[in-house]
């Protein structure tokens, strides 16, 4: 079974400055890969997915992630954040064709 | 405007006290879920409905039941509620599985406290 591990649970930032979200799964097997995002107070939303094909792929909202089969990791990174990015982060996995795996979250908090 | 409704938003019970948390789609999706949210744990699954009475556990289906009578509806059954169960629940939908490429939709949550 896939596992995905997020290895930063809170990550602060200032405004305008870069970020980078680091996940990691388990498998080294063809996976779809997937981050969601959780602003305060609402649902998770899709931010980007990797399918196949390109390794660089571009989400919603500046963010964009890379894809490394050799290092089983796939960071989301946004070269200039805003107060509003701040939310809850997800990396999630397919396990299998039923069923997404999650990793623990990380909360990014930008400050002024 | 398509969505996934969640009821109720907040719900504070005691022990034993029988509840179901209730889930609706208007997008005639064939997927459904129910996951929890725990501090440091991230979103476990609960149970998922790949279509209409087809049901199966997720990795923690322990004191939860589901049904699936129609496309829409996809209920979260507490027969006993404990304290352990205290934490956040959301439900999602796909129109297939979320492992085939599908994006989820999410509700908005139904934050659970049981005394």
């Known amino acids: 079974a896939q596992s995905v591990t997020q290895l930063d649970s809170q990550v602060p930032v200032f405004e305008e400055a870069p970020v980078e979200l680091r996940c990691n799964y388990s498998?080294?097997?063809?996976?779809?890969l997937f981050w969601y995002v959780q602003y305060p107070n609402q649902g998770l939303q899709l931010l980007l997915k990797?399918?196949?094909?390109?390794?660089l792929v571009k989400g919603i909202n500046g963010f964009e992630a890379e894809f490394n089969k050799s290092q089983t990791s796939f960071h989301l990174r946004k070269p200039s954040v805003h107060i509003s990015d701040t939310a809850e982060y997800f990396c999630?996995?397919?396990?299998?064709?039923?069923?997404?795996?999650f990793g623990q979250g990380t909360r990014l908090t930008i400050n002024p | 405007e398509a969505q996934v409704t969640q009821n109720p938003r907040y719900l504070i019970t005691v022990t034993g006290k029988k509840l179901t948390v209730t889930c609706s789609q208007n997008?005639?999706?064939?997927?459904m879920s129910w996951y929890r949210q725990d501090p440091g744990l991230g979103l476990r699954q609960i149970y998922y409905?790949?279509?209409?009475?087809?049901?199966d556990k997720g990795d923690v289906p322990e004191g939860y039941k589901v049904s699936r009578k129609e496309k829409r509806n996809f209920p979260l059954i507490l027969e006993s509620p404990s304290p352990n169960q205290t934490s956040l629940y959301f439900c999602?939908?796909?129109?297939?599985?979320?492992?085939?490429?599908?994006?989820?939709?999410f509700g908005s949550g139904t934050q659970l406290s049981v005394l």
């Open positions: 999602a939908s796909s129109l297939y599985p979320p492992g085939a490429n599908e994006k989820l939709f």
């Open positions: 498998s080294s097997v063809s996976v779809y």
């Open positions: 990797y399918l196949s094909g390109s390794t």
């Open positions: 999630a996995v397919s396990d299998s064709p039923q069923k997404l795996v």
């Open positions: 997008m005639n999706h064939e997927y």
């Open positions: 409905s790949m279509n209409v009475e087809v049901t």
